[in-house]
């Protein structure tokens, strides 16, 4: 007989004792030249990351030019005075560096990656780029060719699409946020170097600027280096530029971008409300979050789990531009695709759970799952110097202070279920939203016009 082989178990091993978390708080100081410095020594983190904002906003482009924000952004990488831009890229390959730009509604901005044991000469790259961008003709060129190539495809993705669509409805015609944030075909054809190197003149220069250093700088004189590198980059003052005030229509109705035969319906569900310099923002956030913020939310759980009509629906805020004042705001969504047999159906069951949250409120259980989310999980998400450095940068850029987000994860703790629930049903009133669908009208306008949400209009997809 056989004897049988026994198994040994071991203890399973315990979690020890949680490690007081914060948000790092960064030290600020300047340069002689004006550039606002705010350094986060990070132990360990080695790859060390640089953000540069640069105070160009897309409202700041002259008429006709939109999109030439965004050229200038991709052609500080185009060479500069000292390299063409064949050399730049080489260079920066040469000491492991990777250097992305970009534009948006509150301005430029440059993030550089790069092994603390080659800051210094990443940083001369970074500073050479923005004190003598070359932005020879022939690259500017193939940057808006390039551009160019983009659009079409852009305007075939149904959620960019949708999104095309709702700024368009939301904000007046004659603001910058009514249109597409990297221009339209006709107007990135408008964009020369000549208009490139003048919107660089007009609105690029250290004492308006901010850099942000993240990362382990265990051994690295960083006065030094930057002031040998972005301390060398020199232009005049400015007086602050007017901001206009974000003013949008939320009346409720329905658009429909038109998509024969398409066998989804893109739904983009959306308002602006309260931006980060309001009371309401750590309730607004839970409650979305509560809303459609991961799986477990109420309209997951209704139009993915129950019903089965897409495979995932998420609601959001995401700051436009933020002011002390009160001039900033949110883009408050709710966004996701359904088949489109099932688009009155899923948009029905989506105001069913708008109004029964007006109606119930959240629970505690909800409330608790979405503080854990949250807040439990922010160590790993600021695990990295590039996650921590664009945090700092969005506050720079939303005019917050340096404690914002430590002191938001205390709130977000803090925050009860009734504020959750005020907040969110603030945030998305069933008679005030502006839905965008994009689909086939032939098949979803009677079913929408039916539920009675608000008057529907179809517009042709480009």
Same mark, same amino acid.
């Given at each position: 007989?056989?004897?049988?082989?026994?198994?040994?178990?071991?203890?399973?091993?315990?979690?020890?004792?949680?490690?007081?978390?914060?948000?790092?708080?960064?030290?600020?100081?300047?340069?002689?030249?004006?550039?606002?410095?705010?350094?986060?020594h990070?132990?360990?983190?080695?790859?060390?990351?640089?953000?540069?904002?640069?105070?160009a906003?897309?409202?700041a482009?002259?008429a006709?030019?939109?999109?030439?924000?965004?050229?200038?952004?991709r052609?500080?990488?185009?060479?500069?005075?000292?390299h063409?831009?064949?050399?730049?890229?080489?260079?920066?390959?040469?000491?492991?560096?990777?250097l992305?730009?970009?534009a948006?509604?509150?301005?430029?901005?440059?993030?550089?990656?790069v092994?603390?044991?080659?800051?210094g000469?990443?940083?001369?790259?970074?500073a050479?780029?923005?004190?003598?961008p070359?932005?020879?003709?022939?690259?500017?060129?193939?940057?808006?060719r390039?551009?160019?190539?983009?659009?079409?495809?852009?305007?075939?993705?149904?959620?960019?699409?949708?999104?095309?669509?709702l700024?368009?409805?939301?904000?007046?015609?004659?603001?910058?946020?009514?249109?597409?944030r990297?221009?339209?075909?006709?107007t990135?054809?408008?964009?020369?170097?000549?208009?490139?190197?003048?919107f660089?003149?007009?609105?690029?220069?250290?004492?308006t600027?901010?850099?942000v250093?993240?990362?382990?700088?265990?051994?690295?004189?960083?006065?030094?280096?930057?002031?040998?590198?972005?301390?060398?980059?020199?232009?005049?003052?400015?007086?602050?530029?007017p901001?206009?005030?974000?003013?949008?229509?939320?009346?409720?109705?329905?658009?429909?971008?038109d998509?024969?035969?398409?066998?989804?319906?893109q739904?983009?569900?959306?308002?602006?409300?309260?931006d980060?310099?309001?009371?309401?923002?750590p309730?607004?956030?839970?409650?979305?979050?509560?809303?459609?913020?991961?799986?477990?939310?109420?309209?997951?759980?209704?139009?993915?789990?129950?019903?089965?009509?897409?495979?995932?629906?998420?609601?959001?805020?995401?700051?436009?531009?933020?002011?002390?004042?009160g001039?900033?705001?949110?883009?408050?969504?709710?966004?996701?695709?359904v088949d489109?047999?099932?688009?009155?159906?899923?948009?029905?069951?989506?105001w =069913?759970?708008? +109004?029964? %949250? &007006? !109606?119930? $409120?959240?629970?505690? @259980?909800?409330?608790? /799952?979405?503080?854990?989310?949250? #807040?439990?999980?922010?160590?790993?998400?600021?695990?990295?110097?590039?996650?921590?450095a664009?945090?700092?940068?969005?506050q720079?850029?939303?005019?917050?202070?340096?404690?914002?987000?430590? =002191?938001?994860? +205390?709130? %977000? &703790? !803090?925050? $009860?279920?009734?504020? @959750?629930?005020?907040a /969110?049903?603030?945030?998305?009133? #069933?008679?005030?939203l502006?839905?965008?669908?994009?689909?086939?009208?032939a098949?979803?306008?009677?079913?929408?016009?039916a539920l009675g949400?608000?008057?529907?209009?179809?517009?042709?997809?480009?």
């Open positions: 007989m056989t004897e049988l082989a026994t198994m040994e178990f071991h203890a399973q091993p315990q979690a020890g004792e949680p490690k007081p978390w914060a948000f790092p708080a960064p030290e600020r100081g300047s340069l002689d030249n004006g550039l606002t410095v705010l350094r986060c990070r132990p360990g983190q080695q790859v060390v990351a640089v953000e540069v904002l640069l105070d906003p897309l409202d482009e002259p006709g030019l939109d999109g030439v924000a965004t050229i200038m952004a052609a500080f990488s185009e060479g500069t005075d000292k063409s831009a064949e050399d730049f890229a080489a260079e920066l390959e040469r000491c492991g560096a990777t992305d730009a970009h948006d509604h509150p301005g430029v901005r440059l993030s550089l990656e092994p603390a044991s080659r800051l000469k990443a940083l001369g790259l970074l050479d780029a923005l004190r003598a070359a932005f020879a003709d022939g690259e500017v060129e193939r940057l808006v390039n551009r160019l190539d983009e659009i079409p495809h852009e305007l075939a993705n149904p959620s960019r699409r949708a999104a095309k669509e700024s368009k409805e939301l904000f007046p015609a004659d603001a910058r946020m009514s249109r597409p990297q221009g339209t075909e006709e990135v054809e408008a964009i020369d170097s000549a208009a490139v190197r003048a660089y003149e007009r609105h690029v220069r250290p004492a600027a901010t850099a250093v993240v990362g382990d700088l265990t051994g690295v004189d960083l006065d030094a280096l930057l002031a040998d590198t972005l301390g060398a980059w020199t232009g005049s003052a400015a007086e602050p530029r901001v206009p005030p974000v003013t949008a229509d939320d009346r409720g109705r329905v658009v429909i971008v998509r024969p035969g398409a066998v989804q319906t739904l983009l569900i959306g308002r602006t409300g309260a980060r310099h309001d009371r309401v923002w309730a607004q956030v839970l409650g979305t979050y509560c809303l459609g913020g991961t799986l477990t939310s109420r309209l997951d759980r209704v139009l993915r789990e129950e019903k089965g009509y897409t495979y995932g629906v998420r609601a959001f805020g995401q700051v436009l531009r933020s002011a002390p004042d001039t900033g705001a949110a883009m408050l969504a709710i966004s996701g695709s489109t047999p099932n688009t009155g159906p899923a948009l029905e069951d989506l =069913t759970v708008l +109004r029964k %949250l &007006a !109606a119930e $409120g959240l629970t505690d @259980a909800e409330r608790d /799952v979405a503080v854990q989310n949250l #807040v439990g999980v922010a160590p790993l998400k600021y695990e990295t110097a590039a996650a921590v664009s945090t700092l940068a969005d720079v850029e939303q005019h917050l202070p340096d404690y914002f987000q430590a =002191t938001l994860y +205390r709130q %977000l &703790a !803090a925050t $009860g279920t009734v504020e @959750a629930t005020a /969110v049903v603030n945030a998305f009133p #069933v008679d005030r502006v839905t965008v669908l994009v689909g086939d009208a098949q979803i306008k009677e079913p929408v016009e949400i608000g008057e529907v209009t179809v517009v042709a997809a480009e």
